[in-house]
Nanobody, 121 residues
Framework: QVQLVESGGGSVQAGGSLRLSCSVS?????RAWFRQAPGKSREGVAS????????IYDESVEGRFTISQDSAKTTLYLQMNDLKPEDTGMYYC?????????????????WGQGTQVTVSS
């Protein structure tokens, strides 16, 4: 079973930046970042195909967030720039056997415990 551990969350003011990291215990088809705000459903932020590095983004973060992975593909990153209060939430990394990008949470079998991101105005 794949083990995922996130780190890097915190509190920043609007316009600031944060970088999230997620250690991944073994290779998977695709990885992704999701977030969940209080009272809302979990939504996909960005996904990367492990082998090719091809990425997709939700339109709300396009141009501000970048998903990447290290060369060994054991760490997943999410660079978040120009953060907005609406980016506040618990951020989760996820891994799945699917060999395509997806922002659908049902496509992923393994999840991390989450890391909190809070953006103040």
């Amino acid at each position: 079973q794949v083990q995922l551990v996130e780190s890097g969350g915190g509190s920043v003011q609007a316009g600031g930046s944060l970088r999230l990291s997620c250690s991944v215990s073994r290779n998977t088809g695709s990885r992704a970042w999701f977030r969940q705000a209080p009272g809302k459903s979990r939504e996909g932020v960005a996904s990367v195909h492990t082998a090719s590095g091809a990425a997709i983004y939700d339109e709300s973060v396009e141009g501000r967030f970048t998903i990447s992975q290290d060369s060994a593909k054991t760490t997943l990153y999410l660079q978040m720039n120009d953060l907005k209060p609406e980016d506040t939430g618990m951020y989760y990394c996820a891994a799945g056997r699917i060999f395509r990008n997806s922002l659908d949470p049902s496509a992923y079998e393994a999840w991390g415990q989450g890391t909190q991101v809070t953006v103040s105005s």
